[in-house]
């Protein structure tokens, strides 16, 4: 159970930007205005800060998939 996919899962714009996400996983997320994915990541090496940076959000936007799948796992 590799996360191959991460992304916002927002219906109506919902990050606040509150940069918790970029504070606990700095090499996934990026909070410049709205948070943002970082291109080319390797999320497999990242798996327990982007889980624990889900966590953290608190409008829980944010997204994981794994395994190839499209399907969000959390
Ligand atoms: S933790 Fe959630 S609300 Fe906060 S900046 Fe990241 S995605 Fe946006």
Redesign the pocket.
Known sequence: MAITKVW?DESEN?????????AVCDAV?E?PE??IIKEGVDFAANEAEIKD?AD???????AYAVDGSDARAN
């Open positions: 916002l919902e990050c606040t930007m509150c940069g918790a996400c970029e997320f909070v709205k948070a940076a953290s959000c608190p409008v829980a936007v944010i």
